[in-house]
Nanobody, 123 residues
């Protein structure tokens, strides 16, 4: 089970940190990803991190602003979001996959999904 939290309302230029806590799986075996879905748009890839945390991948739209990280002791993955823009408004989801590489996660998504958390950025 994956449970995202940390969403909320923030002004443009502000920051938020999302968390996603996992249970019921051997966390360190899974690559993890963050995705988002804006109103009337398809779900899109945001960021991914490898099992060890040593490799990361980002969508071009968030590079330099967002940072994904994980804590395998706490079974939690984070998404630090800085310099937020109104275009970042979306429901954010975390996902986990034991088999795919982070490159594959960007293209194909993950096998496991959690409930999302809403991020609203006001202009």
């Amino acid at each position: 089970q994956l449970q995202a939290s940390g969403g909320g309302l923030v002004q443009a230029g502000g920051s938020l940190r999302l968390s996603c806590a996992a249970s019921g799986l051997i966390f360190s075996r899974f690559a993890l990803g963050w995705f988002r879905q804006a109103p009337e748009k398809e779900r899109e890839f945001v960021a991914a991190v490898s099992q060890s945390g040593s490799s990361t991948d980002y969508a071009d739209s968030v590079k330099g602003r967002f940072t994904i990280s994980r804590d395998n002791r706490r079974n939690t993955v984070y998404l630090q979001m800085n310099s937020l823009e109104p275009e970042d408004t979306a429901v954010y989801y975390c996902g986990a996959d034991e088999v795919k590489t982070i490159g594959d996660i960007q293209r194909y998504g993950t096998d496991y999904w959690g409930k999302g958390t809403l991020v609203t950025v006001s202009s």
